[in-house]
């Protein structure tokens, strides 16, 4: 797959300064002329999308005029991120499952390869005011999950997403925020230097251009994305009528698996998960039940038909990492990147790619090649 | 429909002297020879069944030898008790899904009809070392269903049950106790004073006969008729591999509602009961939740063609007490009980039996007539 060209690149990073996160109106204008075009209309150099309603095609247009493309890509540049469109070979395709709902494009900083590693994902999410119960929980999951080598989608809010973070980091575990706002905008502000961590050892992403800042309605919409770039989701904690809620709604919408972490009925924290699981969600007490339910088609799928890359087409690194794995056994991060010769991020980082591309896998925290890999390398 | 003679009851009776509960080859024999004629046969009278064990008839013949059941029947009669069969018109027909598990009769204690009650009732069960949560929701919840017109059935154990028990009672509801001992022998010592209780406000119902010990296997047979008896069983605590949850699996096979009630994943008295919920049982957080499940048939069902049975068919006390409810509003039992001229528990026991016929309804812990009651009474 090559990548999309720099004309469409810069058209849908522009558009992502103009449209807001979701919107189903341009996200069918986009389907329809193209992210090129469209600009172009939106600019005055071509006519609007017929039957466009004018007071909204107007307001576009006034953003349209005031938006600084180069500014944007130079910003993210400069912070080490990039800018995702689809069509990348880095591009999770199963945001495709938002229809005209899908992400114009994605913003996105740390050293990941962000497909490979939503290949294997599971969200974890629920209230910002949680109990100690919820953020231990939330923590003991992310941990979990982490050290059966899944990698842990969140929000970074205050409370369980950032619990769950936070116990997927301590566990070397890869784990990616999906934010509301620029992914070079720490929100919340106490959260600076989790996202900062995350952006390093990590994934940040976001639909939202650099410097944007987030709006409940941005939050709303930032969930749709948690929805279908997972697996599945998992609530640990949430009042009825939560935000997380609707994340996990929209993943059973998505057909995604939707899952519940139990608590004391006495609990008002608790109320939103046992309504969802009344609505058909999965029970689920710890990281082994989550990935029974989610690794039921996945964990299963790409590992036993070998990997789904011929090992010369690894990038470099990739292959510097693999080949310091030794033949039997197992080896942790750590002694993998001093083997290969990387740094211990990198070497983590492309740990989870191997594994979604099916040559390794992670248990009880150790890497370990799988068996059939190297027999069937090439074999797709 | 007219109840068993006396012949086949003395015979039932003596049976349950002689066959441990739930044997399913004496049910089998019995269904085929009746149980005049399998008594007569333990009694050496006649032969033995075709093709039984001789070892398994010869020890039933030493306890056949050896029972006295005049002593039996009038031990049970002077505490007030009575000895019930199939065919009995109190004999609680869903028993019979039980097949040739079926008790073989059951003695009991206790003022109120135990066909009416069990008609509409739940069980609730758990752990015996249960935690201050478990005993809380239990009571809780046993209230709630006492204060919309169902009857509670438990097993009289500590813990869970014993809370349960007392949650029905103190909202003046409707509860019974299956023991796994006689009706006479309050086991755990400890609830002597809780079963005392019942056997007057409640009912309390026994397969073993009286003076009868429980033992491991009776305690674990009982489970099977509070799982047959009920509409659902709700698990409120319970460890892996516990009683209750053979209580709730036995209620799942015999298409009963199987319902559990989470807790904290960190507490080991809540995992058996989330094993259950991701085995397909489903979550209930109230007594509001249990009775939209179990009333789904129950509830709607009887009441809604009208009355069971014609007015003037009733026993004078059930009629009279229906006699002392107004015909707008409600009444609690005492006042019921006033105006009627009854003493509390008998009101109180007639009034649940006058919902099952669908002639009254509680709401709220306040009974009251049903609205279509006297214009259809007598349809049936």
């Known amino acids: 797959m090559t990548d999309v060209g720099d004309t469409e690149r810069r058209a849908r990073a522009a558009l992502t300064r103009i449209a807001e996160p979701g919107d189903?109106?341009?996200?069918?204008?986009?389907?329809?002329?193209?992210?090129?075009?469209?600009?172009?209309?939106?600019?005055?150099?071509?006519?609007?999308?017929?039957?466009?309603?004018?007071?909204?095609?107007?307001?576009?247009?006034?953003?349209?005029?005031?938006?600084?493309t180069a500014a944007d890509l130079a910003a993210v540049a400069a912070i080490g991120g990039?800018?995702?469109?689809?069509?990348?070979?880095?591009?999770?395709?199963?945001?495709?499952?938002?229809?005209?709902?899908?992400?114009?494009?994605?913003?996105?900083?740390?050293?990941?390869?962000?497909?490979?590693?939503?290949?294997?994902?599971?969200?974890?999410?629920?209230?910002?005011?949680?109990?100690?119960?919820?953020?231990?929980?939330?923590?003991?999951?992310?941990?979990?999950?982490?050290d059966r080598g899944w990698t842990v989608v969140s929000g970074a809010a205050y409370g369980v997403d950032g619990a769950t973070h936070r116990g997927a980091l301590a566990a070397d575990g890869a784990t990616i925020a999906v934010l509301a706002s620029g992914v070079d905008f720490a929100y919340p502000r106490g959260h600076t230097e989790l996202i900062g961590r995350m952006a390093e050892q990590g994934l940040v992403i976001a639909e939202?251009?650099?410097?944007?800042?987030?709006?409940?309605?941005?939050?709303?919409?930032?969930?749709?994305?948690?929805?279908?770039?997972?697996?599945?989701?998992?609530?640990?904690?949430?009042?009825?009528?939560?935000?997380?809620?609707?994340?996990?709604?929209?993943?059973?919408?998505?057909?995604?698996?939707?899952?519940g972490m139990p608590g004391p009925v006495t609990s008002g924290l608790s109320a939103g998960v046992h309504q969802l699981l009344r609505g058909g969600a999965t029970v689920v007490t710890d990281a082994a039940e989550v990935v029974e339910l989610v690794g039921s088609i996945g964990e299963l799928a790409p590992e036993r038909r070998g990997p789904l890359l011929a090992r010369d087409l690894l990038d470099p690194v990739a292959a510097r990492v693999l080949e310091a794995l030794p033949a039997r056994g197992g080896a942790d991060a750590r002694q993998v990147a001093r083997d290969s010769g990387t740094v211990g991020d990198v070497a983590q980082g492309k740990l989870f790619e191997l594994q979604s591309l099916g040559f390794v896998q992670r248990s009880g925290g150790r890497w370990e090649l799988v068996r059939t890999a190297t027999a069937t390398a090439g074999s797709r």
């Open 208 to 259: 939202l251009p650099p410097g944007d800042h987030p709006t409940r309605s941005r939050f709303i919409l930032r969930n749709r994305v948690i929805a279908a770039l997972t697996r599945g989701t998992v609530v640990v904690e949430a009042e009825l009528r939560s935000g997380s809620l609707v994340t996990a709604r929209r993943a059973m919408e998505l057909g995604r698996f939707t899952m």
């Open 82 to 146: 990039r800018f995702l469109c689809p069509g990348d070979e880095e591009w999770p395709g199963q945001l495709d499952d938002l229809g005209d709902g899908r992400p114009i494009g994605l913003w996105v900083r740390g050293p990941a390869n962000l497909r490979l590693w939503a290949l294997r994902s599971v969200a974890v999410v629920g209230a910002r005011a949680c109990t100690d119960y919820g953020a231990h929980m939330a923590a003991v999951l992310g941990a979990g999950l982490a």
């Open 24 to 68: 189903e109106t341009v996200g069918r204008w986009l389907r329809q002329m193209g992210p090129v075009e469209l600009l172009r209309a939106l600019k005055g150099e071509r006519d609007a999308p017929e039957g466009a309603c004018e007071q909204k095609f107007a307001g576009l247009r006034l953003r349209a005029a005031r938006q600084d």
